[in-house]
């Protein structure tokens, strides 16, 4: 049951990310940051791709994901299609995740150490997922707030 419920929320997050993507008039102010929002809306969509990837392919699938973290802040320019191609990937990798989640393997240790000490897999999953949400609404305001101004 909880198994369902998260793949279910990470999906419909990751489809809202792809709609704001794409909910761009000027697809260039995706890229821009000002004094005041120092992440783009572009970079944030390749960190949740990439931290995804990190936490559910390479910790649960065990797909072998190698992490670029710095390039994820630090890209300049993908394509529209490229990143909303790289979203469809991602949550392919996460169904595949929660497709090898089972109610024993929920009980035990999140597969990656994130911070000083283990945690469960339930909470871990449940941080990465509000981690998801946190970004995906920063993604929301730069568009709303920056798209129409350039």
């Not at 897999?121 to 568009?143: D, E, V």
Request: proline share 1%; glycine share 6%.
């Amino acid at each position: 049951m909880v198994i369902e419920a998260l793949k279910e929320l990470f999906e419909r997050d990751l489809n809202r990310l792809k709609i704001d993507i794409d909910s761009y008039n000027n697809y260039d102010v995706m890229w821009k940051t000002t004094a005041d929002v120092k992440n783009s809306a572009g970079n944030l969509c390749v960190h949740i791709v990439g931290n995804l990837n990190h936490y559910i392919g390479a910790g649960i699938c065990e797909n072998g994901y190698v992490r670029q973290r710095d390039y994820e802040f630090s890209c300049e320019f993908m394509g529209k299609r490229e990143l909303i191609q790289k979203i469809d990937d991602t949550l392919k990798v996460v169904h595949q995740g929660f497709d090898l989640l089972t109610e024993q393997r929920l009980k035990e240790d999140f597969p990656i150490q994130i911070w000083r000490t283990k945690t469960g897999m339930t909470y871990t999953l449940m941080h990465i997922h509000s981690h998801l949400n946190y970004h995906l609404g920063q993604i929301n305001y730069h568009r709303r707030l920056l798209d129409n101004r350039f």
